[in-house]
């Protein structure tokens, strides 16, 4: 199947710690085995059947890398909410939305998403902490604590209808909140929250309810590659991502 794609490859503001490490102007032009992480995710999506990519870019540099990729630049907004939100505005749904420092994305993996996607408005890809450590035993991530799992966000996400934008929204309030889940819980009464708190609450559950809130239908679907769940957002990560890549070239 062909589908649009949205990459985030705005840069923070004040400048970003990680491409100072690396020795460039802006994360998405780190280099990885010779290539960019903007280029090696714009590769897996394009053969994964993705015919209309588009960037989400801050800087110049970003933009021309992008425009020489064959994409279609789009000026980043003041987060990544707001600048996902302007872009299915622009590319319309349904959008298949991704991030620059998705480094290790496959192909197969993306098909294997849109192909277990459920019946939904959006839906987002997140891997269960024995899966990563399965795949990846040295990464550090931030888990989700829930009753069906610890879970980690695989940045991947599928933005079925325009009804998605409202779930959108809802992310900007949820981003300040991501790293303490019993605060996300909380917007959704005092009966969810105290079925987290004991323990009961799965993460599928969760994102329905978010998801009924925002009026939207919304659904997970859970990775079998834990690999899908290593973004490059620390120098660790960066150090990790490369000495994967090594080795698979080896």
Known sequence: MSFS???LAGSRGGGDPLATYAGVPDKALI?????TMLARVVAALREAGADRIHVSVSSEAVRRHAE???TIPLQAAAGPSASTCEGLAYAGAPLLLTTADHALLRPEWVREFLD???DADVAALLA????VERDAPTTRRTWLRFADGHWSGCNMFWLATPAADAALALWSDVERDRKRPWRIVRRLGPGLLLRYLSGRLTLADAVAALGR????KARIVASRHGLAAVDVDKPADLDLVRSLVEQGAA
């Not at 280099?31 to 290539?35: F, M, N, R, S, Y």
């Open 5 to 7: 794609a949205l990459v």
């Open 31 to 35: 280099e990885i085995d010779g290539t």
């Open 116 to 118: 277990r996607v459920p």
């Open 213 to 216: 809130r925002a009026g939207v």
């Open 128 to 131: 269960e902490r024995s899966v």
């Open 68 to 70: 020489a990729l064959g």
